[in-house]
């Protein structure tokens, strides 16, 4: 509706594609997935995305799901993460993977964000505040 173009992991676009209701958890909620079309496909580690004169890296973070991103910038000289499932769950319904979710949680630690806005539990601000809460997971 606002013409924003999709981006996605090169490893969660088949499942967007495909409208795959069990992978993307659509079912889980209750919801139909139709088949949705990436404009932008990120592949491997890590990559720059230009958003409003802002650069916004899409880092690959494997274990909730293969594809799974963190979003890193940095405003008024503080590093911001928008992370969906630093929590996980992990489930094979999501092609989860417990040893990639582990490495992925250290990267994020050794990342040492200022805030952290996760999806679904909220927003977290200082650094000790965004450790304990990614540490919890460990």
């Not at 000289?77 to 989860?96: M, R």
Request: aromatic residues 8%; proline residues 5%.
């Amino acid at each position: 509706m606002l013409g924003c173009r999709i981006v996605a992991h090169s490893l969660e676009a088949p499942f967007l594609g495909q409208g795959d209701n069990t992978v993307t958890a659509a079912t889980w909620y209750g919801a139909t997935l139709a088949p949705v079309q990436v404009d932008r496909q990120i592949s491997g580690a890590r990559e720059e995305i230009w958003l409003g004169g802002r650069i916004i890296e899409a880092l690959h973070t494997p274990g909730h799901s293969p594809g799974s991103v963190v979003y890193a910038t940095e405003s008024d000289g503080l590093k911001i993460l928008f992370a969906q499932d630093v929590h996980g769950p992990l489930h094979p319904d999501l092609k989860s993977n417990a040893t990639d979710y582990r490495r992925s949680l250290k990267l994020l630690l050794a990342l040492e964000a200022d805030v952290l806005c996760e999806g679904h539990y909220g927003i977290y601000r200082g650094k000790p505040a965004v450790a304990a809460f990614i540490r919890q997971f460990l």
